[in-house]
Structure formats: structure tokens, C-alpha cells
């Protein structure tokens, strides 16, 4: 949120203080990310920049390659200082707008920079200069456009390998 908390931190403080099932946000996008969130006492993860990158999200496939080829700092936050802060694909929409707020500007002087229908353009024309649009830094782990299916069978493998292999070889064999 606004304070900057990362989710190594905020997932494990979270785990500490909730008792119901919960699931990890932020960030992932491999078995890696599974694992760890995991780890750190979360029962699941979301993945919203990783699904934008399946053959069956209804976006366009310019935008799925514009996330593939994008690296983990191609983003912008905006809005931080109207205490609402977003992560966005960077663009020159989004320069804009950040340019205008960190000069003093109200919401009121970016509002047709970042409605709703041109970030809806952005998916539906695959123009990514339309609008201002969702993606994490998550991005850059993302190396292709699998579908769904292929996705999930890959976390789960690429997870049970982790566990078995790198972090079971961790463990003393006496002690475990």
C-alpha cells in the first residue's frame, strides 16, 4: 500500500495475524514465487500481470509482448501523491501523468489522461500509447505466452522440484 511495505514482509506479518486462509498478491510468477509465498504462510498466490500473459486473456497480443519484452523497471507509480498509488506499464501517458502530479497537479488535471476507456483501448487495440495500463515488476519474469493450462502445470512442477531438490538438499540428513 501507500506505506511501501514489500511482501516478503507484509505477507509474513499478515500470516501472524490472520487465522483464515490466505492468498499472496504481488509479484508472482513461477513455482519460485509459489514457494516462497508459501514459506512466508500464505495458502495460495494471485497473479495478475502473469494471466494478462496467457493465450486466454482477452487483451491484445501487442500488450502480451509489450509485458514479455518489458523488464522489471518499466513501470511507473502514479497517483502517489493524491495517496492512491498504481503501478502501470510505463508509457509516455503515464510520464505524463506523473509529471503533472509531482509538479503540483490535481487529479482533476490527469483525469482524461487515465479514464477507464483508454486504459480499455490499450487492451482492445493492442496501441500502447491509448492510455495508461496495469502491469507489476513482475514483468520481468515473464518470458512467454503460455496458455493457462501450460501455466499452472509449469508453477506446480517448477514448485515441487524446488521443494524436492534445492531446499530438501538444504537439510541436514541428520537432523531431518
Known amino acids: 500500500g501507500e506505506d511501501d511495505v514489500p511482501g516478503l514482509v507484509l505477507i509474513a506479518a499478515a ?13 508472482f510468477a513461477d513455482g519460485r514465487g509459489l514457494v516462497a509465498a508459501l514459506a512466508l504462510g500464505a495458502d495460495g498466490i494471485n497473479m495478475g500481470t502473469r494471466f494478462m500473459c496467457t493465450e486466454e486473456s482477452p487483451i491484445h497480443r501487442n500488450i502480451k509482448e509489450a509485458i514479455v519484452a518489458a523488464s522489471e523497471v518499466d513501470t511507473e507509480l ?12 510505463r508509457n509516455s501517458i503515464s510520464q505524463e501523468v506523473v509529471e503533472i502530479l509531482s509538479s503540483g497537479g490535481k ?14 483501448a ?50 541436514d540428513p541428520v537432523s531431518a
Open 122 to 171: 490499450v487492451f482492445d487495440s493492442g496501441d500502447q500509447e491509448a492510455g495508461i495500463w496495469t502491469a507489476g515488476t513482475v514483468q520481468g519474469l515473464i518470458r512467454d505466452v503460455p496458455t493457462v493450462g501450460e501455466l499452472v502445470e509449469r508453477i506446480v512442477a517448477e514448485s515441487e522440484a524446488l521443494i524436492a531438490g534445492r531446499l530438501t538438499g538444504l537439510l
Open 78 to 89: 502514479i497517483f502517489r501523491s493524491l495517496r492512491n498509488t498504481a503501478r502501470v506499464a
Open 15 to 27: 500470516a501472524e495475524r490472520i487465522s483464515i486462509p490466505m492468498i499472496a498478491s504481488g509479484g
Open 107 to 120: 487529479f482533476e488535471d490527469v483525469r482524461h489522461l487515465v479514464a477507464g476507456a483508454r486504459g480499455r
